[in-house]
């Protein structure tokens, strides 16, 4: 992937939010009705320039800004006006505007002798009221909102996007991107997607799952000698043998990877699949023990023994085919992790998580902004990523690398492509050996995601 490349995906990914389209974009959505003073690609810049982040500045610091920076005058009540539906509409509409532009720019992955040709990772974050603010933002129409969010590890491209402001289950969501599967795609997910339906419906789309399997889960083997009943039915009690998960785990050694043949999944499903046992050391099940006391102290409920014996195992379910060795199976559920940062970013550095009592379409906003921020940032991380793997062998942090895009540098790239005083191009190299100097992931003994993952 050589620096031009890069520069042409830079040029495309902006030529996405030139002023043009995301105007005709605000008048389709009733954002800008009319000739204003502050224009569509005037409030991009503005929230570019925060970062997304509406709530931690007032509108007079916004105000402030759009004078410094933009030259525009405006009083707080003008731009309080600003904060309607159709802005949150405006900023929803841009997010999915890029969910299928991106797809232009972005190759599908392939990694070196395994079967998909991309890893995509689903999990659940919320941007909550805080207990002691929930009764005074009634008055302000202020709920906590629940986000959906998957994205593909191998090119940053997001592949679902989902943001409710009620407290739906995940399986229930989960299921809606399955139709947008392209085929040999990994789904990783964790067990609040867990459903033996969404798992036909992956397979139905020759597609991939990977998900834990709870320890109190039903696993059986397939009974060839089943009981009949005198008309020659048989008894659907003795078709499958349940498997005495704790006693085969007894005398597993730490650190030790077993799958198990031909299992079915489910008392009533029956669901066949691969099922990988990894077994942890006694540290690391003490630990997962106290995690265990301390739901059941909080929920009431005594736990069950049969969890508590399998506190050191965790137990994988997959569709991948045995090309994929156990072992391999195990380090891809590792790369779940990803997620996870993803989420600290959006947290900790982007603070999409920051509350205070505003009314709900600016905090709407705050929400929408900070995303369409970070998705930005997240293409461009992952792209320099990659071309800085293939030329300098070296692997850099993503996290360090999107934190840096979109709390700095995204601003100025959008102000100069906007205003055409550089392209994007120019600051190919400058972003490429500032990423290699920042960013640069030390030498690890168990080796980065990245390594892991090329090294399969």
């Not at 799958?259 to 489910?266: A, D, N, T, W």
Request: aromatic share 10%; hydrophobic share 40%.
């Amino acid at each position: 992937m050589s620096p031009l490349e890069t520069a042409d995906f830079l040029d495309q990914l902006f030529a996405f939010l030139e002023p043009d389209k995301v105007d005709a974009i605000a008048r389709e959505t009733g954002f800008i009705q009319r000739k204003r003073v502050v224009t569509a690609s005037d409030f991009l810049t503005l929230l570019f320039q925060v970062q997304g982040n509406l709530m931690d500045c007032t509108l007079q610091e916004l105000c402030f800004k759009l004078t410094t920076e933009q030259d525009i005058s405006i009083s707080r009540a003008a731009l309080d006006k600003k904060f309607t539906m159709n802005a949150v509409h405006f900023l929803h509409r841009l997010v999915e505007e890029l969910c299928r532009f991106q797809h232009q720019l972005l190759p599908e992955g392939q990694v070196h002798n395994l079967p998909f040709t991309s890893i995509r990772i689903l999990d659940a974050t919320a941007a909550s009221v805080p207990d002691h603010l929930k009764e005074r933002a009634q008055k302000t129409r202020q709920t906590s909102v629940k986000i959906q969010y998957e994205f593909d590890l191998l090119t940053g491209r997001f592949t679902f996007f989902c943001l409710d402001l009620q407290n739906i289950n995940d399986a229930v969501i989960g299921a809606k991107r399955v139709p947008f599967l392209e085929g040999q795609e990994l789904c990783l997910q964790d067990l609040g997607y867990f459903h033996f339906k969404v798992f036909e419906d992956i397979q139905h789309y020759d597609s991939y799952f990977l998900t834990k399997f709870r320890s109190d889960a039903y696993l059986a083997y397939r009974n060839p000698f089943p009981n009949y009943h005198p008309n020659g039915d048989v008894v659907a009690s003795s078709q499958y043998h349940r498997i005495d998960l704790a006693g085969l785990c007894r005398n597993m050694a730490p650190g030790e990877v077993l799958e198990l043949e031909e299992v079915h999944f489910g008392r009533d499903a029956h669901f066949p699949a691969r099922c990988i046992l990894l077994s942890h050391d006694d540290a690391q099940r003490q630990v997962r023990l106290g995690r265990i006391q301390r739901r059941a102290t909080k929920s009431g409920k005594k736990p069950k023994q049969l969890v508590q014996d399998l506190a050191g195992i965790t137990g994988y379910m997959t569709n991948l085919p045995e090309s994929v060795s156990e072992a391999q199976v195990v380090e891809l559920y590792r790369l779940r992790w990803q997620i996870e940062l993803s989420f600290k970013i959006l947290k900790s550095y982007l603070a999409i998580d920051h509350f205070k009592l505003v009314k709900q379409e600016r905090w709407l906003c705050h929400v929408y902004g900070i995303f369409l921020v970070f998705l930005l940032s997240q293409l461009m991380a992952y792209r320099f990523r990659n071309a800085i793997w293939e030329e300098e062998e070296q692997e850099i942090s993503e996290m360090v690398a999107i934190r840096s895009i979109g709390c700095g540098l995204l601003a100025k790239l959008y102000e100069a492509f906007r205003q055409k005083k550089k392209t994007p191009q120019a600051f190919v190299h400058l972003i490429t050996r500032l990423l290699i100097r920042t960013a640069r992931k030390p030498a690890s003994a168990t080796g980065t995601a990245m390594k892991r993952l090329h090294a399969m």
